[in-house]
C-alpha cells in the first residue's frame, strides 16, 4: 500500500451541508521521521460539533480550513513507529481525521486496550461523547436519587449515556427522540423510565404524562421546541446542561417561547464543552469504561462502510438517520 484516500473540506455549507462540500482525494503515504508514528484508521467519528467547524461563524473552535482534511475523531492500529511511546500494533485513539491512514507525532494520541472493551466504543460511550455525557450530568446537573431527569436526542451517543448514568443514580429518566423505534430502544434496552417521540405531534402533553413530579434537570442536545417544551416543565432550583443545539445548527430559527421559566422557577443554565475539561478526562473514562467492560453501560453504533460513505452519513446524522453513535467503517 503506498497510497491513501482522506476526505477534504471542498467548500463551506449556506445551510444543509451537501456532499459536494467534500472532495475524497488520493495521497501518497508519506515516510515516517523521528518521533513520529504511522496509524491505520479503523473507525472514524462521525460528530454534529463538525457542522461548526466547516462555517466560518463565531464558535467556541476554530474554523476547518478548506482543502485541507476534514477534522474527526479515529481509533486505528500502529502501523510503523519511531516514537519512544508507541509501538507497532497498538490500539490508538486520537484526532487523525477523514483519512484511510496519518502520520502523528503522538499529540492528543492515547493507547487503548482493547480486551473487554470494543476499539469503536473509544469514539463513543468510553470516548468524547461518553465523557460529555458524564460532564453534564455530574458537573451540571448532580441529580439526586428520585429526581426526574430529562434527557433530549436520547438514543444518540451522548443521551443513551445521559440516561443510563442517571438510572444509575436512582432517577427517573426520561428520554425525547425522533419515532417510535427509537423511542422503544430507549425504554426497553436503555431502561429509560419512559421517552416521548417529538415526531408524533404531542411534545407537551406527552411529555407531561411522562413527567408527572416536573422536571428536576434537564440535559439539552437538541435546543429550540424541544428544550421549550422541557422548561414548561422544570420544577423550582432544576438545573440545565446546555450541551448541544442541533436543531440550529444549520442556522435554522430555534425561538424560546417558555425561557422565563429561567427566572420563575430559578433555574441554573450553563452551557459546556467537553474539550475544556481534560482533567476529568481520566476520572469519567475509567469509570465509563468500567461500566462498557461489565455491560452496565449500553450503546449501539450506526456503521458506514468505507471512507467515500463518510459525507452521506454526515448529512443523515444531521438530520437523525443515525441510530445509536455514527460511526464509518475504514479499515
Ligand atoms: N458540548 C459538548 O462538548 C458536546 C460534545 C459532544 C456532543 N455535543 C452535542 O451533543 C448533541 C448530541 O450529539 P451526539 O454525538 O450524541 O449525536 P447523536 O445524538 O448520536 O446524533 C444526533 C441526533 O440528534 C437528533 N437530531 C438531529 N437533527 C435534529 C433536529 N433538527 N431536531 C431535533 N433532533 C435532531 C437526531 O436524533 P432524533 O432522531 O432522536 O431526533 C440525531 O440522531 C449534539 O447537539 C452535539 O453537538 C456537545
Not at 18 to 38: K, S, V
Not at 216 to 233: C, S, W
Request: charged letters at 20%; aromatic letters at 8%.
Amino acid at each position: 500500500m503506498s497510497t491513501y484516500q482522506r476526505i477534504v473540506l471542498a467548500s463551506r455549507p449556506t445551510a444543509e451541508v451537501q456532499a459536494d462540500n467534500f472532495r475524497l482525494e488520493t495521497a501518497d503515504i508519506p515516510a515516517i521521521t523521528d518521533g513520529h508514528l504511522l496509524v491505520r484508521n479503523q473507525f472514524l467519528s462521525l460528530d454534529p460539533y463538525m457542522r461548526g467547524r466547516m462555517s466560518v461563524n463565531k464558535s467556541y473552535a476554530a474554523p476547518q480550513a478548506l482543502n485541507e482534511t476534514m477534522i474527526g475523531g479515529t481509533v486505528g492500529v500502529v502501523l510503523e513507529s519511531k516514537h519512544p511511546k508507541f509501538t507497532a500494533g497498538d490500539t490508538v485513539v486520537g484526532t487523525l481525521g477523514w483519512a484511510e491512514v496519518a502520520v502523528s507525532d503522538g499529540t492528543m494520541l492515547r493507547k487503548v486496550d482493547t480486551t473487554h472493551i470494543p476499539a469503536s466504543a473509544y469514539l463513543g460511550a468510553v470516548g468524547m461523547p461518553g465523557m460529555t455525557a458524564w460532564y453534564g450530568l455530574n458537573q451540571i446537573m448532580a441529580p439526586k436519587a428520585g429526581e426526574t431527569v430529562v434527557v433530549s436526542a436520547a438514543s444518540g451517543a451522548v443521551g443513551s449515556v445521559v440516561g443510563q448514568l442517571a438510572k444509575l443514580k436512582g432517577c427517573r429518566v426520561v428520554g425525547i427522540a425522533g419515532g417510535a423505534e427509537k423511542c422503544a430502544y430507549v425504554v426497553d434496552e436503555l431502561g429509560f423510565d419512559a421517552c416521548v417521540d417529538y415526531k408524533a405531534g404531542n411534545l407537551q402533553a406527552d411529555l407531561a404524562e411522562a413527567t408527572p413530579d416536573g422536571i428536576d434537570a434537564i440535559y439539552e442536545n437538541v435546543g429550540g421546541a424541544i428544550f421549550d417544551a422541557a422548561l414548561a416543565r422544570t420544577n423550582a432550583f432544576g438545573r440545565v446542561a446546555v450541551c448541544g443545539w442541533i436543531a440550529g445548527y444549520n442556522g435554522e430559527p430555534t425561538p424560546l417561547d417558555n425561557a422565563r421559566f429561567i427566572l420563575t422557577n430559578r433555574l441554573s443554565v450553563r452551557g459546556f464543552i467537553v474539550s475544556e475539561h481534560p482533567e476529568l478526562w481520566p476520572q469519567g473514562l475509567a469509570e465509563l469504561g468500567g461500566l462498557v467492560a461489565t455491560g452496565k453501560l449500553k450503546f449501539r453504533e450506526s456503521v458506514a462502510d468505507g471512507l467515500a460513505s463518510a459525507p452521506d452519513a454526515f448529512i443523515g446524522l444531521l438530520k437523525g438517520h443515525n441510530f445509536g453513535k455514527q460511526l464509518v467503517k475504514l479499515g
